[in-house]
């Protein structure tokens, strides 16, 4: 590109330049700068722009973080959730064991019962 800028303004001084003929041999002296010249503008648009991407890229940055400490937040919640389930799933088994043996002793204790009144009344029948 600067090759091109500085081929390109030779090319136009050559055109506009007057030429001094010292026998038959035309010369003409061209500098051009090695650096491309900028205006102020223009490195100021520059550093804005440099700016602007350090910007999002420093935003970029934060919403990863964000999200992963989102991410652990709801992995943590989640078996902390799941190990008091489990724990509260395990205690209603048990009480409910609990309760089916309790009520397996009433019921045959009040067979029992039964069972010893109807052999008491049989026999003051039977012997009476």
Do not use: Y
Request: glycine share 4%; proline share 1%; charged share 35%.
């Amino acid at each position: 590109m600067q090759k091109m800028l500085a081929l390109n303004l030779a090319a136009n001084l050559s055109k506009s330049l007057l030429f001094k003929r010292i026998s038959d041999h035309t010369r003409v002296f061209v500098t051009s700068a090695t650096r491309p010249l900028q205006s102020k503008k223009e490195d100021d648009a520059a550093d804005k722009t440099k700016e602007a991407a350090d910007a999002v890229k420093d935003g970029a940055k934060e919403v990863r973080q964000t999200c992963e400490f989102m991410r652990d937040t709801v992995e943590t919640t989640a078996k902390t959730m799941g190990k008091a389930t489990k724990e509260a799933t395990e205690k209603v088994t048990e009480t409910a064991e609990t309760i089916t043996e309790k009520t397996k002793g009433t019921a045959s204790g009040a067979w029992g019962m039964a069972k010893n009144a109807t052999e008491i009344i049989k026999d003051k029948v039977m012997s009476k």
